[in-house]
């Protein structure tokens, strides 16, 4: 049985960081490319970032880009959300996935992952 358990979230000051993880387990870990999505009701699950097996070639969404960064340990079957300059804006439900598919193109299509996690709620105050 597939599990994905994100942590880390939070209530944060604007301009803060929060770091989030996402531990993994019934899965070949190393295998899959890892996901991070976010919603904030009523707008659609956004794509955040992704990181394939490899853990090069790093894809974050235009939102985020130079304040975010995806990593991953795969001895721990872990991958990690990194947030800095967070803003009011960012605030929402983040969500961690896993997908085959290696390419960039699959791995921001929300669509494409097959395991997701339950999520975890990041709120930014101004």
């Known amino acids: 049985q597939v599990q994905l358990v994100e942590s880390g979230g939070g209530l944060v000051q604007a301009g803060g960081s929060l770091r989030l993880s996402c531990a993994a387990s019934g899965l070949a870990f190393s295998a899959y490319t890892m996901g991070w999505f976010r919603q904030a009701p009523p707008k659609e699950r956004e794509f955040v970032a992704a990181?394939?097996?490899?853990?090069?070639?790093?894809y974050y969404g235009d939102s985020v880009k130079g304040r975010f960064t995806i990593s991953r340990d795969n001895a721990k079957n872990t991958v990690f959300l990194q947030m800095n300059g967070l803003k009011p804006e960012d605030t929402a439900t983040y969500y961690c996935?896993?997908?085959?598919?290696?390419?960039?193109?699959?791995?921001?299509?929300?669509?494409?992952?097959?395991?997701w996690g339950p999520g975890t709620q990041v709120t930014v105050s101004s």
């Open positions: 996935a896993a997908t085959s598919s290696y390419s960039e193109g699959a791995a921001r299509q929300q669509d494409r992952y097959s395991f």
């Open positions: 990181i394939p097996w490899t853990g090069k070639g790093t």
